[in-house]
């Protein structure tokens, strides 16, 4: 079975910066475009960043484009966010997530347990 496992989340201050980790296994990562997703509490999961199965294409939310960075090595079967100036917005439990693209969607195939990232003074 595939698994996801999430690390680099922690407690920053506003204006920091932290970069977090997602190491796939089980499944032929190469193949499956990235996401990462935030949800804090009482708001819907929210979509924060893609990339595409060979990193050549990348999406952002609005909230995080400029600050954010979405990568990935597949030689290391891992993605990475970069996040800088982070902002108490920011909080949440972040989540990646693997899906297949199935040539105008993207299928949910494997997800994380995810990471807290707290901002605050």
């Known amino acids: 079975q595939g698994q996801l496992v999430e690390s680099g989340g922690g407690l920053v201050q506003p204006g920091g910066s932290l970069r977090l980790s997602c190491v796939g296994s089980?499944?032929?990562?190469?193949?499956?475009?990235m996401r990462w997703y935030r949800q804090a509490p009482g708001k819907e999961r929210e979509l924060v960043a893609g990339i595409i199965s060979t990193g050549g294409r990348t999406n952002y939310a609005d909230s995080v484009k400029g600050r954010f960075t979405i990568s990935r090595d597949n030689a290391k079967n891992t993605v990475y966010l970069q996040m800088n100036s982070l902002k108490p917005e920011d909080t949440a439990v972040y989540y990646c997530?693997?899906?297949?693209?199935?040539?105008?969607?993207?299928?949910?195939?494997?997800w994380g347990q995810g990471t807290q990232v707290t901002v605050s003074s």
């Open positions: 997530n693997a899906a297949l693209w199935t040539g105008n969607s993207y299928y949910d195939a494997y």
């Open positions: 089980g499944f032929t990562f190469s193949r499956y475009g």
